[in-house]
């Protein structure tokens, strides 16, 4: 069940328009976006790396560089702890890369997801100390750590934690008493008393703030540090943090660099996927280059995904990044096939016919993938989801959620139950005994404050627009909004009772349509859906009558109508340009 809703913000979009000479639906969107202020809707438009917060805003920024020089200056060993994933592989490449570059003397390690489990632990520690480390510098991990940190203060080690999920806490009283790790300097945006402006850096956009002072402190140029915003940017996107204010600016330059990298891995990758004719845009890094280099740590080592970003032999590298999509392509396969299973328990099992939080055992998947497979499950049914899997010592998964469903601080609750657990809002990992699953999805669900409106999937549309009022001008000027992706969708137009010519079906595997659409004043307009067009003709016979689909894969007059969502592009071929618009639902 879904519902369409047009958002209703409210300004002066002919003004705003005039002002910044973009067409007032742009200007529409943009304010759909909560852009509010002029200088809101400048850092928006112009989107310069010169409008990036300064970094020593940041708490304990300054302290943990100080603490950095002073342990390269004296020689000390340094290790670098990111995590198995893309944003703990890119923070730890800024990282390592950034220190190696003012002279120290730096390794990279990386928990293995199924002997460590998340982030930096006492195994790991104890490593680094046999092998003569004595400063540990984490990234994209460590603020939830504080046993293992401890452990390591007790060992004599100095420990910088640079890090961005939440802080976690215990509640006494109705007051919150934040779990801040002893470490000798905790660099993360979401610590409760940190007044930095933005709170949504990745692991990698903190890194890079702190490479940024460090550098400053160590005579570099600025634009010595601006070679890192490449691995900023893949894993701002990687990690599905919003794109909005200074992950927009990063990511809009890395993006660039992208474009034109140097990188041998990155140029690899690339090539591998087949994607060196293309102008990469936030897609191919969400959907392709990113799958690629979190499938090292799934189902191998996210070493692998490390040296592909650090190396400087080609070679090394092509090899690498064939490994690595192979790697992806088995994942893949998992993936689907593990789905397919989820599916049919939610649809068999009754335990699962009133919950509005799904937590589901599969017992058989592969650790790695079961975050993944929580995502598909929760796009499938709107619902927040947690997928366990059967580890060594017991259960241990990822759940993800809905807008309307803070997932961590529902898991906040019912922490008793974990042995370990940690996450934003929207996206959670955790462990637990099996004994105590079925009281964690009885739990969630008695604690659960989720109305059915709040399951309803919404479909927002930023504005209802008439096909004829599309034009080359404001396409162009809406491909200025990218990048898009999380906290800046990409826009969703609208037409009313639009009715069907011809339905044509094209691929080998029918997943292209093609509709001719009229609307009320006979306007044409060709509409491209990718879908399984099957499915789709199937649909249609069953609100409109299989002799009227046929009539329309004829192009013969029918009695089709529908309202549906869209997004205008520019077609190209042989020198010709036309618009067209690529459909996204239909009602």
Not at 181 to 200: I, T
Not at 250 to 258: F, H, P, V
Not at 420 to 433: D, I, N, T, Y
Request: contains cysteine; proline residues 3%.
């Amino acid at each position: 069940m879904e519902k369409w809703k047009v958002y209703a913000k409210k300004a002066d979009f002919d003004a705003i328009g005039k002002k910044f000479d973009i067409d007032p639906v742009a200007a529409r969107v943009i304010r759909n976006r909560d852009i509010v202020s002029e200088e809101e809707y400048v850092r928006y438009l112009r989107p310069d790396i010169s409008r990036l917060y300064s970094p020593y805003l940041m708490k304990d920024i300054e302290k943990a560089c100080d603490i950095i020089i002073k342990g390269i200056k004296e020689n000390k060993k340094i290790q670098v702890v990111g995590d198995y994933d893309i944003d703990g592989v890119c923070s730890g490449n800024i990282l390592t890369q950034g220190f190696e570059e003012i002279g120290a003397d730096v390794s990279f390690a990386v928990p293995d997801r199924i002997e460590d489990g998340y982030g930096i632990n006492q195994q790991m520690i104890k490593r680094a100390y046999d092998g003569g480390v004595e400063l540990i510098v984490t990234c994209d991990n460590g603020i939830a750590a504080s046993d293992a940190i401890e452990y390591a203060k007790n060992l004599g080690m100095t420990v910088v934690v640079t890090d961005h999920h939440e802080v976690q806490y215990e509640e006494i009283d109705g007051t919150k008493k934040y779990l801040i790790p002893n470490a000798d300097a905790v660099v993360d945006p979401k610590r409760p008393d940190d007044e930095y402006p933005f709170k949504e850096l990745c692991g990698a956009g903190v890194a890079y703030k702190l490479i940024t002072i460090l550098f400053e402190k160590s005579g570099k140029s600025e634009k010595e540090v601006e070679k890192y915003l490449q691995f900023a940017a893949i894993a701002t996107i990687g990690d599905v943090v919003d794109l909005k204010d200074e992950n927009r600016i990063i990511t809009i330059a890395g993006l660039k660099q992208l474009n034109n990298t140097k990188n041998p891995g990155l140029r690899s990758l690339i090539e591998e996927t087949g994607l060196s004719e293309k102008t990469l845009v936030s897609y191919h890094i969400g959907f392709v280059i990113g799958p690629c280099l979190n499938a090292g740590g799934r189902l191998d080592s996210a070493m692998k995904s490390y040296r592909l970003l650090k190396t400087m032999d080609i070679n090394e590298a092509k090899l690498i990044a064939k490994e690595l999509k192979e790697l992806n392509d088995e994942r893949k396969n998992i993936t689907a096939e593990q789905v397919d299973i989820a599916v049919r328990m939610i649809e068999e099992d009754e335990r699962y016919k009133n919950d509005k939080v799904l937590v589901i055992l599969l017992e058989k998947c592969h650790e790695s993938v079961v975050g993944i497979v929580a995502g598909r499950i929760r796009e499938k049914y709107n619902k927040p989801v947690i997928v366990l899997t059967r580890v060594k010592d017991g259960l241990k998964g990822s759940g993800r959620s809905i807008e309307e469903y803070n997932m961590f601080e529902e898991l906040i609750k019912c922490r008793h139950l974990f042995r370990k657990f940690g996450g934003h809002p929207m996206a959670a990992g955790l462990s637990l005994e099996e004994k105590n699953f079925e009281e964690l999805r009885i739990t969630l669900n008695s604690n659960t404050t989720l109305t059915e409106e709040d399951l309803c999937r919404k479909i927002w549309i930023d504005v209802p627009m008439p096909f004829n009022y599309i034009t080359f001008k404001l396409v162009e000027q809406l491909a200025k909004l990218e990048p898009f992706g999380k906290g800046n969708e990409k826009p969703v137009f609208a037409q009313k009772n639009v009715r069907i010519g011809r339905i044509s079906v094209f691929g080998e595997k029918r997943n292209v349509m093609r509709w001719d659409m009229f609307d009320d004043n006979g306007f044409v307009m060709q509409g491209t859906m990718f879908c399984d067009a099957d499915d789709i003709l199937s649909d249609l016979e069953s609100k409109f009558t299989k002799e009227e689909v046929d009539k329309a894969l004829s192009g013969i007059p029918n009695n089709i109508k529908v309202s549906v969502t869209y997004y205008p592009e520019i077609n190209e071929y042989k020198g010709r340009r036309n618009i067209r618009v690529v459909i996204q639902r239909y009602l």
